[in-house]
């Protein structure tokens, strides 16, 4: 793509974006400007050639303005149900056991579902556990004292065990702890 086209294509960005008005308010001015000077010219009047020459100045600066502005094209954020599932999100109506509600996830609302035997009260936070089409299966996300009260494949996470490894002691006095199989010295 040549420069003429990119430069068509920034024009044709901006005035879809900013619509007609802005473009058409910037020509106006550069034209009043091109035709007060050709008056001042040929009437040789000094004013009407410096009023010309400001206006002209007044209409490229806001031509380079409109021309040089960053355009930010927002698209709108959607979230595919599937990719929802373990995502922490907000109740937003009171679901019953076994019933539907609505809750607030990636910040967009969605249809929810229990599957759980216990009601989940609007404000709750909830946990997205799958979907059934673009209907969200949610549980009511248990707080930190009730995590402790459950093994963690109950919690649906990963199990895994810390080795520490710690260095041999030699003990110095002459009692040792019973079942103590260190070296004597």
Request: hydrophobic share 40%; no cysteine; proline share 4%.
């Amino acid at each position: 793509m040549n420069n003429e086209q990119k430069l068509l294509n920034k024009i044709i960005d901006r005035i879809l974006i900013y619509g007609i008005r802005p473009l058409i308010l910037v020509v106006t001015i550069i034209l009043i400007g091109i035709l007060i000077l050709s008056i001042g010219i040929s009437k040789s009047s000094m004013s009407m050639i410096l009023i010309s020459s400001i206006i002209i100045l007044i209409g490229a600066i806001l031509a380079i303005g409109f021309a040089s502005t960053t355009v930010v094209k927002k698209k709108s954020v959607s979230h595919a149900p599937q990719n929802m599932i373990g995502q922490i999100g907000e109740a937003k109506s009171n679901i019953k056991p076994h019933s539907d509600g609505v809750v607030l996830v990636a910040s967009e609302l969605w249809s929810a579902s229990s599957n759980s035997d216990e009601e989940i009260r609007e404000g709750d936070k909830i946990i997205v556990t799958g979907h059934d089409g673009v209907k969200l299966i949610v549980k009511r996300e248990e707080t930190p004292s009730e995590r402790r009260l459950l093994p963690a494949h109950d919690r649906g996470q990963v199990s895994f065990i810390l080795i520490v490894i710690t260095p041999k002691i030699k003990y110095r006095s002459h009692s040792r702890p019973s079942g103590y199989e260190g070296n004597s010295n």
